[in-house]
T-cell receptor, first 112, second 114 residues
Framework: QKEVEQNSGPLSVPEGAIASLNCTYS??????FFWYRQYSGKSPELIMS????GDKEDGRFTAQLNKASQYVSLLIRDSQPSDSATYLC????????????FGKGTRLSVIA | DTGVSQDPRHKITKRGQNVTFRCDPI?????LYWYRQTLGQGPEFLTY????????KSRLLSDRFSAERPKGSFSTLEIQRTEQGDSAMYLC????????????FGSGTRLTVV
């Protein structure tokens, strides 16, 4: 079982819709969770972090964490074509003392 | 501060040659990470430093790979006797190490071994 799993996509959504990106992780001791956006040919950029169960909102982005189900998701409201990118889920096993483990990423395509 | 800088941006080398990449982290960050990313994959951890100490190395990091951070500032990643399988994007990232804080990535060095 891979440590961090994501559906590689592509996930296609129409402009203005909600895009839902999902991630599962295998290690129950994981404590910190991150979503990165990566445009083609560019490096990853941090969108959000979450470490408590529940929802965390930042603008059009909402991260959701369910540690019991070992599941973290990212919702993008009012999707724009500029949101088209690969979204990487990353997990920290403990309080920052181990390197982030990344999933393969989900490619999102927002269609105008 | 201009963020994390990596040099060169692109490197084409012949198989068997040695290559060295440089990373300059954000100045107040004491942690520096090297990752490798191939097409369609997420970044794979290679090694990381806290100040000048190399704290962890991945099993992916063969004996041909070596990394240094001699004064706790910039870091270099050297690959000796390059192979075609080394072709990838090499990403450097830095962080403050504070719990719950993510990494800031550099633009990466794209290595092509021909």
């Amino acid at each position: 079982q891979k440590e961090v799993e994501q559906n590689s996509g592509p996930l296609s959504v129409p402009e203005g819709a909600i895009a839902s990106l999902n991630c599962t992780y295998s290690d129950r001791v994981s404590q910190s969770f991150f979503w990165y956006r990566q445009y083609s040919g560019k490096s990853p950029e941090l969108i959000m972090s979450i470490y408590s169960n529940g929802d965390k909102e930042d603008g059009r982005f909402t991260a959701q964490l369910n540690k019991a189900s070992q599941y973290v998701s990212l919702l993008i409201r009012d999707s724009q074509p500029s949101d088209s990118a690969t979204y990487l889920c990353a997990v920290n096993k403990n309080s920052g003392n181990t390197p982030l483990v990344f999933g393969k990423g989900t490619r999102l395509s927002v269609i105008a | 501060d201009t963020g994390v800088s990596q040099d060169p941006r692109h490197k084409i080398t012949k198989r068997g040659q040695n290559v060295t990449f440089r990373c300059d982290p954000i100045s107040e960050h004491n942690r520096l990470y090297w990752y490798r990313q191939t097409l369609g994959q997420g970044p794979e951890f290679l090694t990381y430093f806290q100040n000048e100490a190399q704290l962890e190395k991945s099993r992916l990091l063969s004996d041909r790979f070596s990394a240094e951070r001699p004064k706790g500032s910039f870091s270099t990643l050297e690959i000796q006797r390059t192979e075609q399988g080394d072709s990838a994007m090499y990403l450097c990232a830095s962080s403050s190490g504070a719990p719950g804080y993510g990494y800031t990535f550099g633009s990466g060095t794209r290595l092509t071994v021909v």
